[in-house]
Structures are given as structure tokens and as C-alpha cells.
């Protein structure tokens, strides 16, 4: 879905009270496109993926030392 919709990629910056209708909205899309058998270029997809790949690398969800602790 994030390929087709690359609004699901990045941070949405609306009202809290719109993100789930914007989710629920890429959803019924989503569906409409696969019921009518809308094809996604493979290059797109591969691209995307590609991309979260880098993203998640370069924000890594890593324990703040300062408010961790590893000790009991």
C-alpha cells in the first residue's frame, strides 16, 4: 500500500482527528484498485521498498541513553 500511496510514507502533519480517515480512505482505494486489477509498476514497488529500507537505517528506533537505564 505504501507504494501506491506514498502518503503512508512520511509523516502525516493534519489534525490527529483526520489521520484515521485518511488511513480508512487509502484503504477503500486500495481495495477499489485491486477489485478492478490496477496494476502497480514493479520498478515503483521495488523503488519504495528500497527507500523504507534506507529510512528505517538511518532512524533506528534506539533507546535514548539518557531516560534508559540497563541496570536494575
Avoid at 6 to 22: G, Q
Amino acid at each position: 500500500m505504501k507504494a501506491r500511496w506514498s502518503i503512508l510514507t512520511r509523516k502525516m502533519d493534519f489534525n490527529i482527528e483526520l489521520i484515521p480517515t485518511v488511513i480508512y480512505a487509502s484503504f477503500v482505494l486500495h481495495n477499489f484498485c485491486e477489485s478492478r486489477s490496477c496494476s502497480l509498476d514493479e520498478g515503483a514497488v521495488k523503488a519504495q521498498v528500497r527507500q523504507n529500507e534506507i529510512e528505517e537505517e538511518m532512524h533506528k528506533n534506539v533507546p535514548d541513553p539518557i531516560y534508559s537505564s540497563t541496570t536494575g
